[in-house]
């Protein structure tokens, strides 16, 4: 009798628990969600971009919103004052006068080459010139254990050595994390003490070429660093011919390094004796104030607990004249985010709040790098060793090619690769709920889109905090003018809010706190 006491107890309370989810879940709506969007996409905010008077206005509207929903300022200002804003300094850089010497000849800044990141070297200095490889550095493979790179510019190869069909890094036919990740290379190269990093691109002048003309619009324009610290991942970029030149041989016998590399592993020795090196990178700089926008509703018996959910509020602003609206990128997470934070708030009203605290953080700065996001986890408001779980939406109101005829589907991305509890939770919700299609094509590590590492919830998984990326998929729109509120799907949009808002649910309220076992393998 006491054992069926139990059985209908629990089942009680998991209809209750799933009642409650369903009554605050029927608040988030398509005409709510194309109301903010509306606000947020508009001409008015100009395209919102990182530090404009667009961004400014974007961050007024969301910081209102949240004053009107009753969710508690977080932030404490220097002043010893509650605040919505996370704000703090950007520095803008804008390229002056840029040039390579390699003998006595000149090489032109995005012709010969050109560069990414926190680079700064006002008055021309001379540096020696070694080749390391792949840059790679590990304890079973390193490019560098027969190197000494302090004070010395490093050229390096991106990929990684395989033989045999085998990485000689992983021991397996499995790529490692190494190979396209050119800033992990840079920084590496920077600790081990090299004054700079020069990066192949590509087997030919034309594989150079090609990146030059997709990234030297781009590139041209004036980009923000942090003013509290310098990002590792900074380089120069050369062809196959220049690194040739620099290291006075031809581009073939460059290329075959790579087959010579592969063969003698870490007891490899370069054969080259480099050519002499000057180089010049002066930068003007100018200071930018941002904002991440922080609202909370603080939970009860597990208050100190908190379950965070981003999406980014910044876009491109005005380029060559014209407005990119950003209605999809991430307009649409913003506005989802707006939507899950009035669900919550009424919760909260009716008694029935969260047990753990829900941060709501749209974030800025994100096209920029995914900076307010690192500003966060570098300056968190509540400790990371307490943050339950990052949700992050961006980009969850069109269709992908690979879904032209099915508006139900979302992408999930990162939900087993740190916990397998967030994933099962997930899968549960979207069962229990709005039933999409979950897609998980781009969750697989080697996905050639490295999309898992490409917006702000990345910044909470390298602190080994579980995420989900929640993704409608990339369409012709993205990063164009033509990315407009005209074009979003409401209806779509809104099944997807509510899966978040359900998983967020639930991690607010269980018992137990998931667990972080490193996922799936």
């Known amino acids: 009798m006491n054992r069926l006491l139990i059985i209908f107890s629990l089942f009680t309370l998991l209809n209750q628990a799933f009642a409650q989810v369903t009554t ?31 961004q400014k206005k974007a961050a007024e509207y969301i910081k209102n919103h949240f004053q009107q929903l009753g969710l508690q300022p977080p932030v404490t200002t220097p002043d010893g004052q509650k605040s919505y804003f996370q704000k703090f300094i950007l520095v803008k850089r804008s390229w002056g006068d840029v040039y390579l010497k390699v003998g006595k000849e000149k090489k032109v800044f995005l012709k010969d080459f050109y560069a990414y990141g926190d680079i700064k070297v006002p008055k021309e200095i001379k540096v020696p010139v070694v080749f390391g490889g792949y840059g790679i550095n590990t304890a079973d493979y390193s490019d560098y254990r027969n190197q000494d790179l302090k004070g010395k510019a490093v050229i390096i190869f991106m990929g990684e050595p395989v033989k045999d069909g ?14 396209n990740d050119w800033r992990k290379k840079a920084s590496e190269a920077r600790k081990l003490g090299a004054q700079e990093v020069f990066i192949i691109v590509g087997n030919n002048f034309t594989d150079y070429e090609t990146r030059l003309n997709q990234l030297k619009s781009h590139i041209a324009q004036p980009y923000l660093s942090f003013s509290h ?38 007891d490899y020795k370069s054969p080259f004796k480099p ?71 009424l919760a ?100 050639p889109n490295r999309f898992y590492y490409r917006s702000d919830h990345y910044n909470f998984a390298k602190n080994n905090i579980p995420v989900i990326f929640y993704f409608s998929g990339v369409h012709k729109d993205y990063h164009q003018p033509t990315d407009t509120v005209d ?21 607010a309220n269980r018992e137990e706190t998931i667990k972080v076992d490193g996922g799936k393998k």
């Open 24 to 54: 605050y879940e029927k608040t988030i709506t398509a005409n709510d969600l194309s109301r903010h969007l509306h606000i947020l996409a508009s001409d008015s905010l100009e395209g919102r971009e990182t530090g404009m008077a667009g």
């Open 166 to 179: 085998k990485s000689l890094v992983t021991g397996t036919a499995k790529a490692s994390d190494w190979g």
């Open 229 to 266: 610290k310098l990002r590792g991942g900074s380089a120069l970029f050369i062809s196959t011919k220049l690194a040739a030149e620099m290291l006075k041989t031809t581009e073939e016998k460059l290329l075959t390094q790579k087959e010579e590399i592969a063969k003698a592993g870490n």
């Open 275 to 345: 050519a002499k090196l000057s180089y010049k990178a002066d930068v003007v700089e100018s200071a930018v104030e941002t904002e991440n926008v922080l609202g909370l509703i603080e939970g009860t018996d597990k208050k100190d607990e908190v379950v965070i959910l981003t999406a980014h509020y910044d876009h491109l602003g005005i380029e060559n004249g014209k407005i990119h609206y950003g209605a999809d990128d991430d307009g649409s997470g913003t506005a989802a985010l707006l939507e899950i934070a009035e669900a919550f708030a």
């Open 348 to 447: 909260k009203k009716n008694g029935q709040g969260p047990r753990r605290s829900v941060l709501i953080m749209p974030v800025t700065a994100e096209e920029k790098g995914l900076m307010g996001s690192e500003f966060y986890t570098d300056h968190p408001v509540f400790p990371l060793n307490k943050t339950v779980a990052n949700l992050n939406v961006d980009m969850i109101g069109r269709l992908d090619e690979d879904h032209a005829n099915n508006e139900n589907y979302v992408y999930i991305i990162g939900s087993d690769r740190l916990s397998t509890d967030l994933h099962t939770i997930n899968e549960n919700a979207n069962k229990n709920g709005v039933q999409l299609e979950l897609d998980y094509k781009f969750n697989r590590f080697d996905d």
């Open 487 to 507: 074009k979003i799907l409401f209806d779509k949009a809104a099944k997807i809010t509510k899966l978040i808002f359900a998983t967020a649910w639930e991690l």
